[in-house]
């Protein structure tokens, strides 16, 4: 089934209650980053655009919640956020670094990951062809009991547990620099969510996971896919590997939701990550996996890492054109605050080294080569 209708129904999930919070002035997550999007959004048009509706996010329920964690976490959050001292025993991975404390942690993060369940429901019933959550996906690291990677709740196995128990297969990619790693636990043992996350190696790259060989487990074994790449990895070369692996797992998969986490910290610009794509080439990524929800008509997308604030609110505008079939001018509407330079959604970037992209190809076919091997023939492709 294609998308119902032409352009697609897209429902944007966002209030400014999100961003009115901030883990630390220093922390690398500025929340003010999804201020920036929508305001570029804003300043597009996009907003007025007859076939996008914005509707505000809710705070997640405790049910919602403990679809992804366990209910003594929850509890800890709870307490954690509220001021209150844990008993002695586990941390769950809060303190100095990617996870601190903060006043109003759990509502915080109870709000962004509401939004995400809000898109999930806009895609369940019918009420809207495409749903983003842009201040959504950035928590893919968080585990069941522990936060991890800036992750307090895990938004997307929420949504992608919901949608199961709602009767529907999803295709989760997850296009982030840092490998997917607490949705990959989240679904490692199940066949009901295929996920596919490409990254940076983790040999090069926080949190030092996603290999070929995490495969999953009993049931699960070959529904979770992991394409490692290269540092330095350009727009070519990203789509190479994306083109050879994504589109035929997907199509054979035949999901009823495509599920992506579009990261933005693959930008060269990024200060944390080492990945050299453009806001153009995360966007041709971003049209392809378009192209693969309009085959079952239901997408739902959420944001991701991204810490370089321009890039961030360029590459979610480009993406939220290509869910709404708008095409942009090449010129911004409004200069990005912390990107005063930037005058295009495009980067000009200077040919690369041929032997650095010799070498990246050469580093990124062989992960592509070894899920062909191990993975393609779980689903009957060679």
């Known amino acids: 089934m294609a998308f119902a209708v032409s352009p697609q129904r897209v429902t944007v999930v966002y209030s400014g209650d999100v961003w009115r919070y901030e883990m630390s002035a220093s922390h690398p997550l500025q929340p003010v980053r999804w201020k920036r999007a929508f305001d570029l959004m804003a300043a597009a048009g996009l907003t007025k655009v007859p076939n996008i509706s914005v509707v505000p996010p809710r705070p997640a329920t ?32 809060f303190g100095p670094g990617d996870n ?41 690291h968080a585990m069941s009991d522990h936060a991890s990677g800036f992750g307090v709740f895990n938004d997307t196995v929420m949504a992608a547990r919901w949608l199961a128990n709602q009767g529907l297969r999803g295709a989760y990619v997850d296009i982030d620099c840092h490998h997917g790693d607490g949705v990959q636990a989240g679904f490692y043992g199940s066949p009901k969510v295929l996920t596919i996350s490409l990254h940076e190696s983790g040999q090069f790259l926080f949190p030092g996971s996603g290999a070929v060989c995490e495969s999953g487990r009993d049931e699960g074994e070959g529904y979770s896919v992991n394409v490692p790449l ?58 392809r996996l378009r192209e693969m929800a309009s085959e079952c008509g239901r997408w739902l997308a959420v944001g991701g890492g991204g810490y370089d604030l321009g890039a961030v609110a360029r590459a979610w505008t480009a993406d939220l054109a290509i869910m709404a079939c708008v095409e942009l001018p ?53």
Do not use: C, W
């Open 330 to 382: 090449r010129e911004l509407p409004a200069p990005v605050p912390e990107s005063p330079g930037a005058t295009t959604y495009s980067d000009d970037l200077e040919a690369p080294d041929e032997l650095v992209e010799m070498q990246v190809s050469a580093f990124n076919d062989r992960s592509v080569e070894q899920v062909r091997q191990e993975i393609f023939p779980r689903f009957g492709l060679t």
């Open 62 to 93: 405790d049910d919602e919640v403990t679809l992804a964690h366990t209910v003594e976490y929850l509890r800890a959050v709870k307490a954690l956020s509220s001021g209150l001292e844990l008993p002695p025993g586990p941390s769950h991975g």
């Open 230 to 287: 290269a540092p330095h990895t350009s727009d070519a070369a990203y789509m190479a590997a994306f083109e050879a692996v994504v589109p035929p797992l997907v199509e054979s998969f035949k999901p009823d939701v495509v599920f992506t986490q579009l990261g933005a910290d693959t930008h060269v610009l990024d200060p944390i990550t080492h990945l050299r794509l453009t806001v153009q080439g995360h966007a041709a990524v971003v049209s």
């Open 100 to 140: 601190p404390v903060y006043a109003g942690m759990y509502e915080a993060n109870a709000l962004t990951s509401g939004g995400t369940m809000i898109a999930a429901e806009a895609i369940a019933d019918g009420s809207a062809d495409v749903a983003f959550n842009f201040a959504g996906g950035h928590q893919h």
